[in-house]
T-cell receptor, first 110, second 117 residues
Framework: GQQVMQIPQYQHVQEGEDFTTYCNSS?????IQWYKQRPGGHPVFLIQ?????EVKKQKRLTFQFGEAKKNSSLHITATQTTDVGTYFC??????????FGTGTRLKVLA | DGGITQSPKYLFRKEGQNVTLSCEQN?????MYWYRQDPGQGLRLIYY?????DFQKGDIAEGYSVSREKKESFPLTVTSAQKNPTAFYLC????WGTGTGYTGELFFGEGSRLTVL
């Protein structure tokens, strides 16, 4: 079946360093979403990308959707301790079906 | 306030027992989902439902059952056939739309943590 993989699985960074997580799908996606889950919490929506090659920014976060619509990335500039959590991508595989990536757990050391 | 309510938040079950997790939403959303999350892992799709009285299997449906008799409710039953049911279960919903303001966001409940003793 369809798989969505993320790398790295874990990332520890010093506060102020940059962070990037990559998402790769085995099939072409209609769109891709990114979520953040704090420890003990539930996923919270960050953004959706729809167009091939699309780039969107939210303050220190930059999201990119690949030209082939099979991969995506999330880049955080100058991480802060509030960025701690697990970041998931989720691809839409057909109407209504959303497949989540394996997630990247980010720890930020003060 | 509008949102998704999951109950119970914590549940303990003995082996061989069926348990039902509740998920109710008052957002008037069309589609609802159940995901399972194991410690340190991603979310895996169990079942999803696009409309009332219709639902589809996800990637790990074995040992689970659902119903969608009302638009606002999508309960999940974890049966005794599920070999390793201890996990964090998340319910989510999404409206159907393509107009201005539609973000495609999946709205999640707070989750139910099931432990099999």
């Amino acid at each position: 079946g369809q798989q969505v993989m993320q790398i790295p699985q874990y990332q520890h960074v010093q506060e102020g360093e940059d962070f990037t997580t990559y998402c790769n799908s085995s099939t072409t996606l209609s769109n891709i979403q990114w979520y953040k889950q704090r420890p003990g919490g539930h996923p919270v929506f960050l953004i959706q990308l729809v167009k091939s090659g699309e780039v969107k920014k939210q303050k220190r976060l930059t999201f990119q959707f690949g030209e082939a619509k099979k991969n995506s990335s999330l880049h955080i500039t100058a991480t802060q301790t509030t960025d701690v959590g697990t970041y998931f991508c989720a691809g839409q595989a057909g109407t209504y079906k959303y497949i989540f990536g394996t997630g990247t757990r980010l720890k930020v050391l003060a | 306030d509008g949102g998704i309510t999951q109950s119970p938040k914590y549940l303990f079950r003995k082996e061989g027992q069926n348990v039902t997790l509740s998920c109710e939403q008052n957002l008037n959303h069309d589609a609802m989902y159940w995901y399972r999350q194991d410690p340190g892992q991603g979310l895996r799709l169990i079942y999803y439902s696009q409309i009332v009285n219709d639902f589809q299997k996800g990637d790990i449906a074995e040992g689970y059952s659902v119903s969608r008799e009302k638009k606002e409710s999508f309960p999940l039953t974890v049966t005794s056939a599920q070999k390793n049911p201890t996990a964090f279960y998340l319910c989510a919903s999404i409206p159907w739309g393509t107009g201005t303001g539609y973000t495609g966001e999946l709205f999640f409940g707070e989750g139910s943590r099931l432990t099999v003793l």
